[in-house]
């Protein structure tokens, strides 16, 4: 088929106007390649719908020219899930207009986001209802709600309130055809067949267009203490988590680790960042407790904690925010990590899980072996601790990887090594980033043949034609 493509241009502007068709490559540059800039793509046109018959419509207009449809939300996401495959002709449909809150229902506990809502308004819109939306991660003012779903989205809440998968209730979803599936059901118990929605849920946009989401929340925090605490190894802050969760239970809103090189790394490229304790120790733990009662002596409770935590000598050193400006600045070094590894040369960074009594052993296997293995490279560690989603992340010298080749052969060494590892001690090659473009050979070699049919599977039942984000997550299908 001929692809007439002023013409398809022609119906995109009469579904969403003329203004909202954006082709100039001068404004549609920073809609084709991903944040870090290392992913390209050329789709035909950027689309900008503001609702989701609009989404629906121009779903209907390329299916009917065998175009390929590329959702994307904040463009935030690390694995270039949000370009477009080269080769193919394609559009992207950002749904950033579509950033309504279309209900709170404080007494069900549930709030309804349109795609495009940015995940900091939701939890501003859920705090004024007396209640938190608890997912947190440090693209929390660009990210949207429609690419949080999309990739199954983690962040530093997940040890207490599980990632994206367990935060929604309902969908809707354009699908493939143009139909829109409304699934907007804000139950937390339906057990009236197939769980639809989990299908979409990590599907990277490959199966259909989320364009909002029924979310759950929770009773708003009234008290909460944050401390910074040094230890020996990796091993320590796995036992120093057991610990804490059997002295507060589960009021450990967060537990996050960092390497002294990742720290180093943020003191020196997060602008005017600073460490409230000396930088002595080889990790580091960024915790957080709080709790909904205003009965509750958050501060005197982790004081003591960490007082028994000397004792037991699972830590080393600690700083316990006495105000919120000072817990800020202790959280501010956790969220600055992926602007400061950027700033400091070509960051491959890793999303790999293993279960949480094997971190120890998984940290020290990969840093050996990328150390030994990919020349220059500053071996950095921080992630959430209590799931066993520590992040790997390399940095290379621009002075040594100055080449995109260079650095794209160095990034395949690093990103082959870490999935190996996680794999050879039980894990999983992606925790919450996705697979994106980046890891879709990997999965292929790293996930067990039975799993990739099914997935097909599900994926040629979906989307016959292979129109929903191709070369996303599986390897393009005819």
């Known amino acids: 088929m001929s692809l007439d493509t002023a013409a398809l241009l022609d119906q995109f502007a009469k579904i969403v106007g003329a203004t909202r068709v954006l082709t100039d490559t001068g404004i549609t540059q920073p809609y084709q390649q991903d944040w870090r800039g290392r992913y390209r793509g050329a789709a035909i046109a950027v689309l900008l719908p503001g609702s989701t018959n609009e989404v629906a419509e121009i779903v209907k207009a390329c299916a009917s020219q065998q175009v390929a449809i590329v959702p994307q939300g904040g463009n935030t996401g690390l694995t270039g899930g949000a370009v477009a495959e080269p080769g193919r002709s394609a559009v992207i449909l950002n749904l950033s207009r579509m950033n309504r809150i279309r209900e709170i229902d404080a007494g069900n506990n549930s709030l309804t986001a349109e795609a495009g809502c940015i995940l900091a308004h939701v939890r501003e819109a859920a705090e004024q209802s007396q209640r938190q939306f608890p997912l947190a991660l440090g693209s929390v003012g660009s990210c949207e709600i429609g690419g949080l779903v999309s990739t199954n989205a983690g962040g530093t809440g997940v040890l207490r309130y599980g990632n994206m998968r367990e935060l929604v209730l309902g969908l809707e979803v354009v699908l493939p055809s143009g139909r829109v599936w409304d699934g907007l059901r804000a139950l937390r118990k339906d057990n009236a067949g197939y769980d639809l929605k989990q299908l979409f849920i990590g599907a990277e946009g490959t199966l259909g267009v989320v364009t909002a989401a029924v979310l759950k929340l929770f009773p708003r925090l009234n008290v909460s ?6 230890l ?4 320590p802050a796995v036992d120093l988590l057991r610990f804490m969760q059997e002295l507060v239970g589960n009021r ?4 996050e680790i960092m390497s002294r090189r990742q720290v180093e790394m943020v003191l020196q490229h997060g602008h005017g960042l600073q460490l409230p304790m000396e930088l002595d120790s080889p990790w580091f733990v960024l915790m957080e407790i709080a709790d909904s009662s205003l009965h509750w002596d958050a501060v005197a409770e982790l004081q003591n904690t960490l007082e028994q935590a000397f004792e037991r000598d699972l830590v080393t050193n600690a700083v316990v925010a006495t105000d919120l400006a000072k817990a800020n600045r202790i959280w501010e070094l ?11 040369g070509f960051t491959v960074s890793n999303d790999t899980s293993v279960p949480v009594s094997k971190l120890s052993r998984f940290i020290d296997l990969v840093t050996e072996r990328i150390e030994q293995q990919v020349a220059g490279a500053a071996v950095c560690h921080a992630g959430h601790i209590g799931d066993g989603n520590i992040h790997v992340v390399a940095v290379l010298p621009r002075s040594v990887y100055g080449t995109p080749e260079q ?4 990034a395949a060494s690093v990103n082959l090594i870490v999935h190996a590892a996680s794999v050879e001690l039980g894990g999983s090659i992606s925790a919450e980033h996705g697979i994106g473009r980046m890891h879709v050979e990997r999965l292929v070699r790293f996930k ?3 799993d990739l049919q099914m997935m097909l599977m599900v994926k040629s039942a979906f989307d016959p034609w292979n129109l929903m984000n191709p070369g996303k997550i599986l390897r393009s299908i005819s």
Do not use: D
Request: overall charge positive; glycine content about 4%; proline content about 6%.
């Open 334 to 344: 956790r969220h600055n990590i992926s602007e400061a590894n950027k700033r400091a």
């Open 252 to 255: 450990i809103e967060a537990f």
């Open 448 to 450: 067990p043949a039975i």
């Open 225 to 230: 203490a944050t401390a910074m605490v040094a």
């Open 407 to 410: 650095c794209e052969r160095a």
């Open 232 to 235: 020996p190894g990796v091993q």
